[in-house]
DNA sequence: GATCCGATGTGACCATGTCACAGACGGCAA
DNA sequence: TTGCCGTCTGTGACATGGTCACATCGGATC
């Protein structure tokens, strides 16, 4: 997505007002740019059109919780709850790749939302998935154990079977500490459902990690 | 809230759209009610208009924990996932009280959606909300301690320093197991936060429970 | 090779969840 | 009153998970 992402991005958009979005800036954002952080009050509303940006919560221990990642025809919906409420964002962006996105400033964002039917429709549907993606998430944290969140996540890392990640990535993903994670996932090579090396580890037996993930 | 509802839950909207809503069966609900379960399709847009519902979610180990209740005026976001995206519900509500709503059928609400601003207003702003309350939720759950729940939880269902409710229930509530709150509030008591009692818990010291609650 | 740093391994200990029961209490019927 | 029953609460034993303190290891750099 680059010239002209606002038609693919907004389908059903008018044609003044695709002009419009596709005349923002982009901005390119190197991999590791911290979008916003906890606190901070929204710019705009944010559209991702290359790359990658994960938003994750921080707790007092230090310990991190991966919310949501949004990729490429995706927007920020926590930077919504600023434009919309007064709520202030809890968690934090961070690109994980090179990533350009456009930034439509609020005033426009609320025009579009008053006058473009399509427009909200995007805006709503975005809404409602990450509002059931954290419901889930919450019902995961809140009931599973460790070893089901780990396999879920080696497999959405590396559906082909190599993950290429440290022990602490995995943990800040599932919400979980380092030393747990090197126990299961050392639990999972005895099993020899797993082979761990120094950076990243190989999937051994997806089908027996599915399992894993989905029994809970 | 009762005849002429509309007026007082979304404030802003012109008259005939007030009327429609105003002319709206209002459901009665006793006590104990389910409104929804997991799987469900959504019937329209519940909105309060006395009493309160309570929207839990349930593990596989039968383990539940509340995600929020809705209070008179407020509406059921959940009850939108359906009508906006196609998320099925995941959690389950309940009404904890005698509850009178008024359902907008799906086309009514669509409607609205589209040529009201205020009602727009309303129901993203309802949205904002619920997604920051959920989002601070998983942060308690994932990273703060049981006794940091358990005091909030007591706070919030006896400001003035009694609660009635059983250890099951507030074990529900905040998402563990009956038998690690009776650990803690026998903890509690020992240290003289709390007194317990069949059925219900006299807060002793609520200064000390705020603190325990905020600390973590 | 010597050194440094981030990644990983380990043991100890506490907090939490689970299971299996044992009492304890309150209401109700005989 | 007495006995019964269902619910609430208490307890011990054990598995999992989080935290802390270090030990090691592997690679990169000098």
């Known amino acids: 997505m680059g010239a002209g992402w606002a ?6 958009l ?6 419009r979005l596709d005349a923002l800036p982009v901005h390119a954002l190197p991999a590791g740019t911290r979008l916003f952080g906890p606190g901070e009050q929204a710019q705009g509303f944010a559209v ?3 790359g990658r940006v994960e938003v ?8 991190e919780i991966l919310l949501y990642a949004i990729e490429p025809g995706q927007s920020c919906i926590q930077s919504t709850l ?6 202030p964002y809890t968690g934090e962006a961070i690109t994980v790749r090179d990533t350009r996105l456009a930034l439509i400033p609020a005033p ?9 039917g399509p427009f909200r429709a995007q805006v709503f549907h975005a809404f409602a ?4 993606e954290m419901t889930q998430l919450l019902e995961r944290v809140a009931f599973t154990r460790v070893e089901a969140r780990l396999a879920q996540a080696l497999l959405d890392l590396g559906p082909e079977g190599l993950v290429t990640a440290t022990h602490a990535e995995l943990a800040a993903r599932i919400g979980s500490a380092r030393e747990v994670v090197s126990r299961r996932l050392e639990a999972l090579a005895r099993r020899g459902l797993v082979g761990t090396e120094r950076g990243r580890i190989l999937l051994r037996d997806l089908p027996g990690l599915r399992q894993l993930a989905s029994v809970g």
Request: no cysteine.
């Open 129 to 132: 998935t990450r509002m059931s």
């Open 56 to 63: 994750s919560l921080t707790g007092a221990s230090g310990r």
């Open 7 to 12: 038609a693919a991005a907004f389908a059903g």
């Open 14 to 19: 008018d044609a003044p007002d695709i002009a």
């Open 108 to 116: 426009l964002f609320r025009a579009l939302m008053d006058r473009s």
């Open 48 to 50: 991702i059109l290359s």
């Open 82 to 87: 600023g434009l919309m409420g007064d709520e």
